[in-house]
């Protein structure tokens, strides 16, 4: 839902009037402050911890070997059927 010019006006005449126009540099440094403060730690999430742990090629060849078999299981129940009939001999 984009502002227009005039909704932008009337905002900015509604904090003028609240806050006054002495207050107005320091409420713009605050605001800076916080989507600074916001940005570094959205870009420190997408980092590693110290309680990462690394994947050894042992520890991925186990976790490709397990996707590799879980496919096939899906595959064959879909082609079957989600569930399984009796026999009637």
Do not use: H, W, Y
């Not at 320091?26 to 605001?31: A, I, N, T, W």
């Not at 402050?33 to 916001?38: A, N, P, S, V």
Request: net charge negative; hydrophobic share 40%; proline share 9%.
């Amino acid at each position: 839902m984009p502002f227009g010019p005039l909704e932008l006006l009337i905002i900015a005449a509604v904090i003028l009037v609240l806050f006054g126009a002495s207050k107005l540099p320091q409420l713009g440094k605050g605001l800076g402050r916080g989507i600074k403060e916001f940005k570094e730690e959205t870009r420190d999430l997408n980092r590693p911890g110290p309680d990462a742990v690394p994947l050894n090629s042992e520890l991925r060849r186990d976790v490709t070997d397990v996707q590799a078999t879980e496919l096939p299981r899906v595959e064959i129940r879909d082609a079957v059927g989600a569930e399984p009939r009796d026999r009637q001999g």
